[in-house]
């Protein structure tokens, strides 16, 4: 049995390790999480120490790049959706992408790279985006690549086949038009899928351009929420590989804040209201670039939603409003639905802060609905509903960590309900924490036996894991249990679907 720990000196000669393989800066506060990792390993392949594991990766022979593949998903963050950040993509809807299709309206060919892409949700929404946006899409050469230092997470990209929890923040025309619903798992239009193609780089080690892997010429290069990860040095390295990676006037957007001034300095920066965007201007990367144009807005009146939030934010509110929908991507928006009105809230009823909060979470006004609970679990620290909100709404943050701590809260207060187990599940599997997101299923099952969703998504898991007989077993169980239900059932869970529907895709 392993004993042994890590000491300081050996913990900081794998920080350098990594950051020198990998680029990614291991910080003070991720040491218990990275000797968590390192310990692990030494245990599944019964080395004496983790010092001989320390020297397993540091060579240079096959078994060590073997092990990093091993290694690197576990100090890698796999978070990702569709159409991840709006703003950004809004830029890209109304002002890259066209401004890139008019350039290329000869040629018919775009050349787009999404760096850092994990599980693939990030080039798939950009493949939509453009089939959205070019009428005869399918008679142009749209050529997207993702590429990632993941090699599980490239494997998921390419079966294009995704969860409920993956489409967050997509409208249901979107999801409805380029996904296929499987038994609550989506599986992505053939013909975008075609449109990408995945491929394990490392951006600090291997070389870009990479003409043999058509790695050339982009006219967009898409790497957020990579740089947050990474030592100054390995950004510096890598910012330059774009600029000679993209072709002359092509352009480079990272996640916001993630680059210093002293980084770009070879591009010319564009500022739109939504984010700041590089361009290529010349093909000297240490020529400089001239100073930044920032494109001012039209002054516009502050939408309904806005003025909402404003006075949510002023004012108390008695009674429960309307949820509100916040625009889609500019896509076929649907149009606001108008909910049934609400009973008023009794003694034991709903609390009206947190009504107020509900409406401001399904609004995605999300600052100001944490307001909300703050103020409700200021004055009731135990408060389910407020526990529950708040983890959803970090979870539609990104912020994984903090959310799934409010769902352990969440369930500390009220033992008996499921809910958050199955965020939980929904944030373990995006993670790759396959083990998390099956206690965490198992936990629903316990608490609710006919629990449909909680077994098709063990099915789902046990088949990633290649444990087929297991997989048909929670397949049976989830058909037994919709025999017994009414055919119109519907599971919110799983995308809506009725029973009658997923009984006849099982």
């Not at 994990?118 to 950009?126: A, C, D, H, K, R």
């Amino acid at each position: 049995m392993l004993t042994e720990t890590i000491s300081p000196q050996l913990r900081e000669n794998f920080v350098h390790l990594i950051a020198q393989q990998t680029g990614i800066e291991i910080r003070s506060q991720n040491y218990g999480s990275l000797s968590d990792n390192i310990l692990s390993r030494v245990k599944a392949l019964r080395l004496p120490s983790p010092q001989a594991y320390y020297d397993l990766l540091a060579g240079l022979d096959y078994r060590g790049e073997e092990e990093w593949q091993q290694f690197v998903c576990l100090v890698t963050n796999r978070e990702s959706y569709f159409f991840r950040d709006k703003g950004q993509f809004a830029l890209l809807r109304q002002s890259i992408l066209p401004e890139l299709i008019r350039q290329n309206q000869r040629t018919k060919i775009l050349r787009i790279c999404s760096a850092g892409c994990s599980t693939g949700q990030e080039p798939y929404s950009l493949a939509i985006l453009l089939r959205e946006l070019i009428p005869d899409a399918d008679s142009w050469s749209l050529n997207l690549y993702g590429v990632d230092i993941n090699r599980e997470s490239l494997d998921h990209a390419q079966k294009g086949l995704y969860n409920v929890w993956s489409f967050r923040q997509v409208e249901d025309e979107i999801k409805d038009r380029y996904f296929k619903n499987l038994a609550g798992y989506y599986q992505l239009d053939p013909r975008v899928k075609r449109a990408v193609k995945f491929q394990q780089v490392n951006l600090v080690r291997d070389p870009l351009p990479r003409p043999e892997w058509d790695l050339r010429d982009m006219d967009l290069i898409i790497c957020r929420n990579v740089f947050i990860y990474f030592t100054d040095q390995a950004i510096s390295k890598v910012v330059e590989k774009f600029f000679q990676t993209l072709k002359m006037n092509g352009y480079l957007l990272t996640g916001h804040a993630e680059l210093g001034a002293h980084h770009v300095k070879a591009f010319h920066s564009k500022l739109f209201p939504e984010s700041v965007i590089y361009q290529k201007r010349n093909s000297n990367f240490s020529a400089g670039a001239p100073p930044a144009t920032r494109y001012a807005p039209p002054e516009v009146k502050p939408s309904a939603l806005e003025t909402l939030a404003q006075q949510l934010d002023k004012t108390k509110i008695n009674g429960v409003k309307p949820p509100l929908r916040s625009a889609s991507f500019g896509v076929n928006s649907a149009a606001p639905k108008t909910p049934a009105p609400a009973p008023a809230p009794t003694v034991t009823g709903v609390n009206p802060l947190l009504a107020e909060a509900q409406t401001l979470v399904d609004s995605k006004s999300y600052h100001l609905a944490q307001k909300k609970l703050e103020q409700i679990l200021q004055q009731d620290p135990q408060n389910f509903g407020a526990c529950y909100l708040m983890a959803e709404l970090k979870a539609n943050l990104g912020q994984y960590e903090p959310a799934k701590d409010w769902c352990q809260k969440a369930a500390s207060h009220n033992a008996f309900n499921a809910k958050p187990y199955h965020l939980i599940a929904h944030i373990a599997e995006e993670q790759g924490n396959l083990e998390e997101a099956k206690q965490a299923l198992k936990k629903i099952i316990y608490l609710e036996p006919n629990a449909v969703p909680a077994y098709l998504s063990l099915a789902n898991l046990y088949r990633q894991e290649g444990d087929l007989n297991r997989s048909q077993k929670m397949q049976k169980s989830a058909l037994k249990l919709l025999q017994t239900l009414p055919p119109e059932t519907t599971f919110p869970e799983l995308g809506h679907i009725q029973a009658q529907e997923l009984l006849a895709q099982l």
